[in-house]
């Protein structure tokens, strides 16, 4: 049985894609991430097309819709640079169970394996679907950062989680 959707890496030229999928996700679920809707929605689809080249994406889609988004950013930091983050993690309500979440984990984590050694997330501590979820990816908690998101002046504590990739040598 075929999949209901197809994940694949963003193309540079489709800012308005992202930009779409992202705003989608801010206006569902505020509370999990950083970045308020109004924050992005005033930026220039430049800046977008800038995130396209600076910090890889991977959308789940429905024809040529997309309904679901994870990006990578890589640490620059000389002595953090084995290190990469899973940001921006969404997948429409209409592809929740389909695997759909765990297609875009792995497409990313594949990206991800030709660049660093580990890939970080942070995600709130209130959203135990996510952080079940996460496990089963394979991510482990190291730490919990106590109020970590603020939205409408609700306080969500955050837990930090790390997926290696690359076993180090002893």
Request: glycine share 8%; net charge neutral.
């Given at each position: 049985?075929?999949l ?14 992202l ?7 801010l ?5 999990a991430?950083?970045?308020g809707?109004?924050q ?8 977008w ?11 789940a889609f429905?024809g040529?819709?997309?309904r679901g988004?994870a990006?990578f950013?890589?640490q ?9 983050n ?9 592809l ?11 497409a ?9 050694e ?8 209130d959203?135990?679907r996510?952080?079940h ?9 190291y730490?919990?950062?106590p ?18 990739l690359?076993e180090?040598?002893?």
């Amino acid at each position: 049985m075929a999949l209901p959707f197809a994940v694949r890496r963003f193309e540079i030229g489709e800012a308005a894609l992202l930009r779409q999928i992202r705003l989608l996700a801010l206006q569902e679920m505020p509370e999990a991430f950083g970045v308020g809707y109004a924050q992005d929605a005033a930026r220039s689809i430049e800046s977008w097309q800038e995130a396209l080249v600076t910090r890889p994406s991977f959308g789940a889609f429905i024809g040529c819709e997309p309904r679901g988004m994870a990006s990578f950013s890589r640490q620059t930091a000389a002595n953090l640079t084995h290190r990469g983050n899973l940001v921006a993690m969404y997948v429409a309500p209409e592809l929740r169970g389909t695997g759909a979440a765990a297609a875009l984990v792995e497409a990313l984590l594949a990206h991800a394996a030709t660049a660093v050694e580990q890939v970080h997330l942070s995600v709130n501590a209130d959203n135990l679907r996510a952080v079940h979820f996460y496990r089963r990816m394979g991510f482990v908690e190291y730490g919990r950062e106590p109020a970590g998101l603020r939205y409408a002046g609700t306080d969500h504590d955050v837990l930090l989680m790390v997926r290696k990739l690359i076993e180090p040598q002893s």
